[in-house]
């Protein structure tokens, strides 16, 4: 999902993020994370908005 761009920023996701600040192990991190969250938030709506 990550790219470089010039000497400072990785391309994430189409937006440049310094890599003072984040690495591409981290974003990788942050990219699953968001990803079990999603799930985890999808199967919780999907119980709780049963239609009866």
């Given amino acids: 999902m990550e ?15 310094p890599k003072e600040t984040h690495s591409p192990e981290s974003l990788k991190f942050a990219q699953d994370f968001t990803f079990v969250c999603a799930l985890g938030c999808a199967s919780v709506s999907d119980t709780q908005h049963q239609w009866g």
């Fill in 3 to 17: 790219r470089e761009v010039g000497e400072k920023y990785l391309l994430y996701h189409g937006l440049p993020v």
